[in-house]
């Protein structure tokens, strides 16, 4: 990764194999009140109506360890479903089921490559006066059967047993080798750029 990390702020993973809950609490993921979203953005004709698509993650899973009194000694592991990215447009039917196809079948080959995952073991605590509680987790994500490290930049907050993490970042498609595809014939054409947010929550585990 090209950012220079401080020794001092993050502590590297002992094992590549690691699991979350090392150091800090642990918490699972709760997809059924979380968001987590992917934004596509349109290049074609139909560019000029604004219509990018947004695609929702809704079959994820994973654990997070944390404390917050040490947010740097933090982990995560999440893997998403990619059979179960669904897109959230007002479109029509013929158009959703239309756009739905190519990214299963030509975008994500969802049935070569079920799950993409995201780990990180390292976590460094932003000191860019963004806050407090922002951090930046440091791992790598397999997309598309290509593995990249990955910045996620992320703010967190902790109510009681519930751990929120919050943010987003972008990623380009031709990194993992996924050619941007076009769709309603031809009339939707995507960028190479995907951006992602997320607003996940996170209970403590006993």
């Known amino acids: 990764m090209s950012e220079s990390i401080d020794a001092n702020r993050t502590i ?23 968001r ?12 000029a109506f604004g ?41 029509s039917d013929k158009d959703r089921r239309e756009i739905e196809r190519e990214m299963q079948e030509n975008v994500l080959e969802s049935s070569k490559y079920p799950e993409i995952a995201y780990e990180s073991s390292r976590v460094s605590v932003d000191n860019s006066g963004n806050g407090n509680n922002s951090v930046k987790l440091l791992g790598s994500l397999t ?16 109510t009681g047993d519930l751990l929120r993490v919050f943010g987003e970042f972008t990623i380009r498609q031709s990194d993992y080798g996924i050619k941007p595809v076009s769709a309603i014939g031809g009339g ?10 997320f607003d996940i929550v996170a209970r403590r585990l006993e």
């Open 143 to 158: 997309l598309h059967g290509v593995t990249h490290n990955q910045m996620i930049p992320a703010r967190f907050a902790l």
């Open 51 to 91: 219509h990018s698509p947004t695609i929702a993650i809704r079959d994820f899973a994973g654990e997070a360890a944390f404390d917050p009194s040490h947010p740097e000694s933090g982990s995560l592991h999440l893997t998403i479903k990619a059979a179960s990215l669904r897109v959230t447009d007002d479109v």
């Open 12 to 34: 590297e993973s002992q094992s590549s194999s690691r699991e979350p809950g090392h150091s800090g609490d642990r918490y699972k993921l709760d997809p059924g009140v979380s």
């Open 188 to 197: 939707l054409k995507v960028k190479d750029e995907l951006k992602f947010s």
């Open 36 to 47: 987590f979203t992917v934004r596509a953005f349109a290049s074609g004709l139909l560019s």
